[in-house]
């Protein structure tokens, strides 16, 4: 089938999805937010992966927003916060059988774009990969890991997949994306927060085991309260197992923080005592460090939220 890929997002992850699909010989088009955002690529010379150790150059193809056609397929992978902004501006834009596939952190932005574009079918992902940015249109494939897709709407996978196949992008596709984006919640907000205030790598919160635990705890609860039990199995276990593997890490919070960037907090941990607060559920650990964190990034200059 011939599809054309449109991604919105030269992030981290938006240039590692781009940057394989394009050498897998998909049709891919970049979509950059503005004429200068689209100079600065092409000066660029497209997007650069590094991979292994080996740095490869792809010159995959890319318009402003203002030129661009219809929009059947599009991977949205820009920042939670940007999310909705993004979408509103591509609405217009979007053909009648249009599918989204959302890529954002944590939860929220995603029921945020679904309104905005109510005929459009939307598409979830949660994403275990590990990339960073290393310099605009620069990205660096840090570890392999895995993509779950669902739509909490209709459980029929889209043929687009075979694409992902392909690309070699690990990916399965669920009935139950929401509990796989509510475990990432909870494993991000066992975290992420506490590298930022404790200024660690992951590793360091191995100094933190009490923490971690006590955190674990009510996170669990809070996944009792929206999802299935099998979804709260074994948090605890998963967090040690997460630190421990990727010790030597900077969590993606910590990384924002550090380059005096907006953080994703509204739609993690702000997300998590938002819902904590629908259900009545009293969470005081996870409350506590929810302002601590506030308050830290306020005195860093940073958004609360």
Known sequence: MNRRWHVLGAGSLGSLWAARLYRSGCDVELILRSPQRLA????????????????????????????????????????AYDASAA????????????????????????????????????????????????ADFSTVFAGQGHTWLGD????????????LQRAQINHDW????ASRLWRKLALNCAINPLTVLYDCRNGGLLEHQAEVA?????????LHAYTTPSTAAGLHEEVLR????????????????????????????????????????????????????????????????
């Open 40 to 79: 600065q690529y092409q000066q660029a010379g497209g997007l650069t992966l590094t991979e292994n150790g080996q740095v490869h150059c792809y010159p995959v193809p890319a318009t402003s927003i203002d030129n661009c056609g219809p929009v059947s397929l599009l991977l949205l992978a820009c920042k």
């Open 152 to 163: 909490p709407q209709q459980s029929s996978s889209p043929s687009w997949l075979e694409d």
């Open 87 to 134: 979408i509103s501006q591509l609405a217009p834009l979007l053909t009648a059988d249009a599918e989204v596939i959302l890529l954002q952190n944590g939860l929220g932005s995603q029921d945020q774009v679904a309104r905005l574009i109510p005929k459009a079918r939307c598409i979830l992902a949660s994403s275990t990969e590990g990339a960073f940015r290393q």
């Open 214 to 222: 006590s955190l674990c705890n009510e996170l669990s609860l809070l």
């Open 242 to 305: 997460v630190i421990t593997a990727t010790a030597a890490n900077y969590s993606s919070m910590h990384q924002d923080v550090a380059q005096k960037r907006r953080t994703e907090v509204a739609y993690l941990i702000g997300y998590a005592c938002a819902g904590a607060e629908r259900k009545q559920l009293q969470l005081p650990k996870l409350s506590a460090l929810n302002s601590r964190l506030g308050n830290y990034l306020a005195a860093h200059g940073l958004p609360r939220h």
């Open 174 to 177: 669920t009935e139950d994306i």
